[in-house]
């Protein structure tokens, strides 16, 4: 199964242009990433990169991989931003009901 951080570090990989780049902004150590790079490869049964030297070239499958995380991120941070607001009173509906009753004189 593929999940957000798998997306997060394929982007963040081809944005820096290397593993440890990668792993400095997403605050893992390099080793770290590697293992999260293999280990997804090996989930999805396919390499998301040609490793020339030092340098990382996407692959078909990665490109397609990286497409999706290139949509679905905003969609996720800015639904943790709607929610948020929720969660502080600064966006949603507030309804108050109220029940009018007639008043008849005399009883």
Do not use: D, Y
């Not at 605050?27 to 590697?34: D, E, I, K, P």
């Not at 639904?79 to 004189?105: K, S, W, Y």
């Amino acid at each position: 199964m593929i999940e957000r951080n798998h997306l997060e570090v394929l982007r963040a990989v081809e944005s820096e242009g290397s593993l440890t780049a990668a792993a400095s902004r997403l605050h893992l150590t390099q080793s770290a990433l590697s293992h999260s790079v293999r280990k997804l490869e090996q989930q999805l049964g396919t390499p998301l990169w040609f490793r020339e030297g030092r340098q990382l070239r996407l692959t078909q499958a990665g490109s397609h991989l990286l497409a999706l995380a290139n949509r679905l991120l905003p969609q996720f941070e800015h639904a943790e931003m709607q929610i948020g607001q929720f969660a502080n009173g600064q966006a949603g509906t507030l309804r108050i009901g109220m029940e009018c009753h007639p008043v008849i004189n005399g009883c």
